[in-house]
């Protein structure tokens, strides 16, 4: 069995350039969640998806947008890219969308903004 | 607005000692919390999940109470190891999403 899998892993950007990152969710699991965690605080919940629609969203502007994949992989994308969206992105996938379930993370992709 | 706090921030100690990390959390109306590692750099991963239902879980030297409705979990972890230095976060799962606190950074001293 897979874990979730992020691609790239690290990421440097330009302000204002937009950029793509991916996810993989772990073998069964039908949601995907993203967050971004700034140096030193804890991950932010950016969106999910569940079956290819969004389920809900953070307090992040819409140039922040995603997609899921019918095989359940995901993509966020970032539009006019700033300083500030320097971070680490997590992608997490769970089972299904109930409340009960239980999160697992991959390993980040880390964003640097110049 | 759900609000995560743990405390302390960061946390040394030698070898062998119980290390005890705090969260708390504003809204008790919550799904389930879970504890998390995180190593410099790295995604995280999942060492506890209690369900809003339980008290607490155990994991090998881990053991995680949960109080609702006081809004505080404790991870308790026994006996540590040096390999036991991290960062440890708290989340609570309100619906859809997971609210997280900042962390407690652990250094376990040979």
């Known amino acids: 069995e897979t874990g979730v899998t992020q691609s790239p892993t690290h990421l440097i950007k330009t302000r204002g350039q937009q950029v793509t990152l991916r996810c993989s969710s772990q073998s069964g699991h039908n949601t995907v969640s993203w967050y971004q965690q700034a140096l030193g605080q804890g991950p932010q919940f950016i969106f999910q998806?569940?079956?290819?629609?969004?389920?809900g969203r953070g307090n992040f502007p819409p140039r922040f947008s995603g997609l899921q994949f019918p095989n359940y992989s995901s993509e966020l994308n970032v539009n006019a890219l700033e300083l500030d969206d320097s971070a680490l992105y997590l992608c997490a996938s769970s089972l299904h969308r109930g409340p009960n379930t239980e999160a697992f993370f991959g390993q980040g992709t880390r964003l640097t903004v110049v | 607005k759900q609000e995560v706090t743990q405390i302390p921030a960061a946390l040394s100690v030698p070898e062998g000692e119980n290390l005890v990390l705090n969260c708390s959390f504003t809204?008790?109306?919550?799904?389930?919390l879970q504890w998390f590692r995180q190593d410099p750099g790295k995604g995280l991963t999942s060492l506890l999940l209690?369900?809003?239902?339980?008290r607490e879980q155990t994991s090998g030297r881990l053991n995680a109470s949960l109080d609702k409705s006081s809004g505080r979990s404790t991870l308790y972890i026994a006996a540590s190891q040096p390999g036991d230095s991290a960062t440890y976060l708290c989340?609570?799962?309100?619906?859809?999403?997971?609210?997280f606190g900042a962390g407690t950074t652990v250094t376990v001293r040979a």
């Open positions: 809204d008790s109306a919550i799904y389930n």
């Open positions: 989340a609570v799962r309100d619906d859809y999403k997971l609210s």
């Open positions: 209690i369900q809003s239902s339980q």
């Open positions: 998806y569940y079956r290819e629609e969004e389920n």
